[in-house]
């Protein structure tokens, strides 16, 4: 075969084998001799796609393992909401969240976060009118510590509300231990009992009185309230509720939550009576459930909502709805179609059975006079025989409390704070601090009727079977269960207090862990476990601020100083 032939034939077979190659021969013509010459073909292009391609698994594998834990949530939550077989029971437990574990309260203070300005050298004394019920005036007072931090001001304790829907004359250190109060928040704002008598003899002008506007942010109060401030000494701001943002910067929405959370203790009569009555439900059962109705007279008539009861119901709720001179004619079906009225408490019942409550379970109901009465209740008590009032529990107990409605409001507070499952049933004061605060303490489970959407399948009920009505009723109560990430950031503060929120770094797998095991427990705490832990406070923080108290030696009380009042919205608990 002659050489150039010879290179041809070379020369094909090599090129059928180029996959295998990363060089061909080629013949030199001038000895006929074959040898190795580089050159360019397609793998470059080759290889380039495939790193092109390694690199986009490379981000969608990143991107997964660092949303692991927001990818699980979704998993397990889609889980319960879907249609189960009887060999993958359901997801979710109803008694509590298998995240909260993971998410405790954090509301020290920063280290650079100053001292409180001693009494002397601070900018005036600042006097706060609260209004409302006990838990709007609790807003009032967390809010006040707050603004006096912001003005540099010596707090005078809170004057509670005595003219408002619910006629209640108690006074502060009737409902919260006011010794405590001061001492707590030592280190943050300085409070005292009363103005000093010197100051107020040497006045030319009575403490000035004002209003702020609601949801004032803090440089409303640097710019407009602290110039009068320091030219009159002593300032009062009257209907103090809702009075500042809700958006602060992070150590001023943890001193809020250390308020609200720590130094609003109440009274010893208070707290051994709600006490007993939480150990009361728990020595009958080990879990129980905490009610707010929120179905009385005066709620049914603000919200001018119908509930079939004919003329006579329309005219008793219209001669209460005529105490409040602004509110606007409502249609009664417009409202319930936008979710504005509160479940009547046989609805209630319905959903709690239709999201898996069994009709053993035992119900605390706080709740001051039910519209309708047993009449009303009695469809609860069918679905729920384990049903319990603070009447029922207390007995002759409760006398001493019947005249004051916040005292009493007080105790429900404590029996629905301490409650495995606290269900409420409307978004008022009670409702939202109550969330906050168990939110707060370990995220306990808060079930939020979405009245919105559930007011179409109450009236649509008799219209399909159980198994239907109970798996579109979880269905409309996805997101209104407590989870921990039912509610962002942004909304209310003191219903979601995400700046004292903290979360401890959690895999999917550590969720159904022994130590998730022992969170469990802990959540359905034993009866003296249960009375130690809501009687006492930290022991420590009690010693370093009680030597302070005892230095302080104030007078109890001060004169009222409030000038006026308006109509109260009788949704604020």
Known sequence: MGVANLCKYNLAALLHHQHKQHFVFCCCPSNGAVVPSRRSISWTAVCGFMLFALGLISLFTGHVASNLELYSQRLVKRAWFNKKDESHPAAIDIWKSRYSSFYYGCSER?????????????????????SGGLNQQRTGITDAVVVARILNATLVVPELDHHSFWKDDSDFSDIFDVGWFISYLARDVTIVKRVPEKVMTSMEKPPYTMRVPRKSEPEYYLEQVLPILLRRWVLQLTKFDYRLSSELDEELQKLRCRVNYHALRFTKPIRNLGQKLVLRMRKMEKRFIAVHLRFEPDMLAFSGCYYGGGDKERYELGEIRKRWDTLPELSPDEERTRGKCPLTPHEVGLMLRALGFKNDTYLYVASGEIYGGEKTLQPLRELFPNFYTKEMLAGEELQPFLPYSSRLAAIDYIVCDESDVFVTNNNG?????????????????????????LSALFMARDKMDWATFSRKIKSCQRGFMGEPEDVKPGRDFHEFPSACICKKPFNFSDVTS????????????????????????????EQQGSQ??????????????????DPDNPLSD
Not at 115 to 128: H, M, Q, T
Request: hydrophobic share 30%; no cysteine.
């Open 110 to 130: 920063g280290p650079h976060f100053s001292s409180a300005v001693r009494e002397g050298p601070s900018n005036g004394y600042l006097l706060i009118a609260t």
């Open 548 to 565: 302070k108290f005892r230095e302080a030696r104030l007078k109890d009380g001060h004169g009222s100083l409030i000038e006026d009042f």
């Open 514 to 541: 022994k130590e998730n095991e022992y969170q469990i427990s802990r959540r359905n705490p034993t009866v003296m476990e249960s009375k130690d832990r809501y009687l006492s406070n930290s022991s420590n923080l």
């Open 429 to 453: 004061n009670m409702a939202k601090i109550l969330a906050g605060r168990r939110r707060y303490m370990g995220h306990k489970r808060t079930i939020r009727p979405n009245a919105k959407r």
